[in-house]
């Protein structure tokens, strides 16, 4: 339970700093990426802020032999950017350009953003169930090495 509490919280507290901070309105990203035209920066704040919080987070947390609520922590080991991260990448920043929104923003606004944005949580839904197909008809992407 305590976990569930955790998460909904964490997803919650998410959630609002997307929509305080504008990241979930797509004309203010497509303006923060549009640094050739009118350049919007007040989203710069926003990520600088984050990685701040972060790096202080995970310092913290780095110290510590369990998470918060005694769980193991399970950070990401991979280290290695391969072609496989760079379309991903690529592809990501496309999609976020095309529709100035993301996975996370656009779930914060589900319930307030209308029909733009339940269609591009239709279209990310379908892409993530296409790319699971692939994966499953290419299990070997999944299980390689880490290491070169």
Do not use: Y
């Not at 007040?42 to 609520?69: Q, T, Y």
């Not at 950017?81 to 976020?96: H, N, S």
Request: hydrophobic share 60%; charged share 10%.
């Amino acid at each position: 339970m305590k976990l569930f509490l955790a998460a909904l919280l964490a997803g919650l507290l998410f959630g609002l700093g997307l929509l305080v901070s504008g990241m979930s309105n797509p004309a203010k990203v497509l303006g923060f990426l549009d640094v050739a035209g009118l350049w919007d920066p007040s989203l710069a704040f926003v990520m600088g802020g984050a990685i701040i919080v972060g790096l202080v987070a995970f310092s913290f947390a780095a110290k510590m032999p369990a998470s918060l609520l005694g769980q193991a922590w399970r950070l990401p080991s991979a280290t290695r950017i391969d072609r496989r991260l760079v379309i991903g990448a690529v592809t990501f920043g496309v999609g976020w350009g095309l529709a100035g929104l993301c996975p996370g923003p656009a779930l914060a606004s589900l319930l307030l953003g209308g029909t733009k944005v339940l269609l591009f949580v239709a279209a990310m839904l379908a892409g993530m169930a296409i790319f699971a197909l692939l994966e499953q008809a290419a299990p070997t992407h999944r299980d390689a090495p880490d290491s070169p």
